[in-house]
Nanobody
Framework: QVQLVESGGGLVQPGGSLRLSCAAS????????MSWYRQVPGKERELVAT????????GYADSVKGRFTISRDNAKNTLYLQMNSLKPEDTAKYYC????????WGQGTQVTVSS
């Protein structure tokens, strides 16, 4: 079964950076388009970034374009999200999942941007 373990979150000041990781197992990671999502309590989960199976193409929500970079290492079955120039409104729990036919959600990793 799909297993996703997110890590790398934490408390960071506005303007700072974080790199999130997502360790994937239970499916053919190298054949799967992947995505990062984020969710704030009481709100819908938001799609943040997507990447094709070979990493050749990426997409971003307007709110993070130019600041976040999604990448992957298919040899390590790991998805990444480099987050720069963080803003307080980026505060959320971040999740990864398959873009198509998503599996069970992991526990997520909390990102808090605050001075």
């Amino acid at each position: 079964q799909v297993q996703l373990v997110e890590s790398g979150g934490g408390l960071v000041q506005p303007g700072g950076s974080l790199r999130l990781s997502c360790a994937a197992s239970g499916f053919t990671f190298s054949s799967s388009a992947m995505s990062w999502y984020r969710q704030v309590p009481g709100k819908e989960r938001e799609l943040v970034a997507t990447i094709t199976s070979n990493g050749a193409s990426t997409g971003y929500a307007d709110s993070v374009k130019g600041r976040f970079t999604i990448s992957r290492d298919n040899a390590k079955n790991t998805l990444y999200l480099q987050m720069n120039s963080l803003k307080p409104e980026d505060t959320a729990k971040y999740y990864c999942n398959k873009l198509y036919r998503p599996g069970a959600w992991g526990q997520g990793t909390q990102v808090t941007v605050s001075s």
